[in-house]
Each structure stands twice: as structure tokens, then as C-alpha cells.
Nanobody
Framework: QVRLVESGGGLVQAGGSLRLSCAAS????????MGWYRQPPGKSRQLVAT???????NYADSVTGRFTISRDNAKKTMWLDMNSLEPEDTAVYFC?????????????WGQGTQVTVAS
């Protein structure tokens, strides 16, 4: 099992910045892809960004140029630096990790952290 714990959410004014963290523990070896999803109020969960264990990144169009995803494999931690925040970025942000196992991959989720951007 892999346990993921997010932190760093909060209330920020439009144009501000926040840094989210996701710390992995437990059987966290062989984690390949990690990433962030978000779920705005009344909407479905949507992909924000992903990063592989080799450092390749991918971003949703809506956050490209504003958000940066990074990870430290040795520290088993991932971050999401969010700049130029907009009210539309208000959501619960979830981190996830895909761990390679003999039968394929297992996916794990954090509990979520609230980000609220005030206009």
C-alpha cells in the first residue's frame, strides 16, 4: 500500500501563488507516474498535471504556463507550484501515484486539499 498526504492548500487572492505538496509513504518504491487532479465545485475530477519518475511532465491547457509540477524521488515527495491563480482554479486538489506491480499498475489517491481563489 502507498499512503499519499497532501498539504499546502488554502485561501488566496486572484493573482497569488500557492505550493501544494504530496508526500508518499508505505510501499512507495516502483512509483512511476505521479500527478495532480482537481475537482471544482459541482464538477467532475479533471487532470491538472503529471510527472514520470524520469521527470517528463504533462499539463492541462488551462494551467500551462502558470503551474509547475516537480518531484524528488529520494524524498518521495511531489509538488505543484501554482502561480497567477484564478477563481476558476478553486477546487479540491488530489495527488495520485501509479505504482508498478507484477500484474500491472496500482493507483493510489490522497485525501485532497482545498484551494480557494478569491476574486
Amino acid at each position: 500500500q502507498v499512503r499519499l498526504v497532501e498539504s499546502g492548500g488554502g485561501l488566496v487572492q486572484a493573482g497569488g501563488s500557492l505550493r501544494l505538496s504530496c508526500a508518499a509513504s508505505g510501499s512507495s518504491f516502483s512509483i512511476r507516474t505521479m500527478g495532480w487532479y482537481r475537482q471544482p465545485p459541482g464538477k467532475s475530477r479533471q487532470l491538472v498535471a503529471t510527472i514520470t519518475d524520469g521527470g517528463s511532465t504533462n499539463y492541462a491547457d488551462s494551467v500551462t504556463g502558470r503551474f509547475t509540477i516537480s518531484r524528488d524521488n529520494a524524498k518521495k515527495t511531489m509538488w505543484l507550484d501554482m502561480n497567477s491563480l484564478e477563481p476558476e482554479d478553486t477546487a479540491v486538489y488530489f495527488c495520485y501515484a501509479r505504482r508498478e506491480v507484477p500484474s500491472g499498475f496500482n493507483t493510489y489517491w490522497g485525501q485532497g486539499t482545498q484551494v480557494t481563489v478569491a476574486s
